[in-house]
Structure formats: structure tokens, C-alpha cells
């Protein structure tokens, strides 16, 4: 392959280093990086018009920002775990996880609501069981009122703190 490139968009001959890998769409034409963030933008600018999740078109509830649950969910994981983990594997675990407990926090029984009261919860407080705090079967959704009374208190003593 050449040095240079050929944008198809604004069609200038560049360097290969203004271009991302996914978008050359052959030996020498593709989409630079300036060109290919303003389709992004666009098309992201369109999905939100409409409604949709920015990410995968999918339907997206109210109170989710500008994702669908699950990229919803994505988004959590990146934010409270970082990108040390595989971010897939415990997104897709979690919306299993949200899906099988039928949006229901395990302690008080409240309807839980994606970007409203629904907390990420570890059944052993990773403070007191850092070995556990990235360990998918220690993760649980509760609300967010439970969460907070809970605080580092394992599942078996705020059953009891909570006289449940």
C-alpha cells in the first residue's frame, strides 16, 4: 500500500496517517479522519432526531440519555470500571443480570429504571473484598436507595441491618 490516500469525501491526497484502519475502503481510497468524524457526527445528530440509540438505531427509553438500554449499561461499565475490563463481557452480563432479576431491586422490591434508580451493587463491598470487585458474580442490581443504605455491608448483613 502507498504513503498516501485518497479521500473520497473531500478529495484531497493525504497522507496514510490521516486515515483510520476501518475506513480504507480499498488500496488507495478511503475516508480521512476529519471527513469520517463529521459522517459520524451527522449520523449520530440524525439518530438522536429520531429518537433512536446513537449506537445501534434500537429504540431507547426516556430516562437513558442517548442509548438504548443495553449500550446504556455499556456506558455504566466504562465509567465505573474503566477500560481495564472487557467492557462487552460485563455489559452483556449485566443486562442478562437487570433482565433475569425482571427489573427488581433484590431488597425492597422496587421497579428498577434504567438511568433513574437502578444501581450497580457488589454483594461483597469491593472495599472490605477488593479480590472480588471485578468478579461478575459478586455484581447484583439493586436501587438506589438500597444502595446507598447498604454501603459496605454484605448482602447477608444488610438482610439483617434491614431486619428483612
Known amino acids: 500500500m502507498s504513503e498516501t490516500l485518497y479521500c473520497s469525501d473531500c478529495k484531497q491526497l493525504l497522507n496514510i496517517k490521516c486515515f483510520s484502519k476501518g475506513f480504507i475502503r480499498s488500496e488507495n481510497v478511503g475516508w480521512c479522519k476529519l471527513c469520517r468524524n463529521k459522517h459520524d ?21 426516556p430516562n437513558c440519555g442517548n442509548y438504548c438500554e443495553y449500550h446504556h449499561i455499556e456506558a455504566m461499565v466504562c ?25 427488581t431491586c433484590p431488597y425492597i422490591g422496587e421497579t428498577l429504571v434504567l438511568g433513574v434508580n437502578a444501581h450497580i451493587d457488589h454483594i461483597y463491598p469491593k472495599a472490605r473484598f477488593p479480590a472480588l470487585a471485578t468478579n461478575l458474580n459478586n455484581l447484583e442490581w439493586v436501587g438506589k436507595d438500597a444502595n446507598y443504605a447498604k454501603r459496605d455491608l454484605t448482602r447477608e448483613e444488610f438482610t439483617i441491618f434491614a431486619g428483612k
Do not use: M, S, T
Open 41 to 61: 457526527k451527522k449520523k449520530r445528530n440524525l439518530r438522536l432526531e429520531k429518537g433512536i440509540c446513537v449506537r445501534c438505531q434500537k429504540e431507547k427509553p
Open 79 to 103: 465509567r465505573n470500571f474503566g477500560r481495564k475490563i472487557n467492557v462487552k463481557e460485563v455489559a452483556d452480563y449485566l443486562y442478562q443480570k437487570i433482565q433475569a432479576q425482571n427489573y
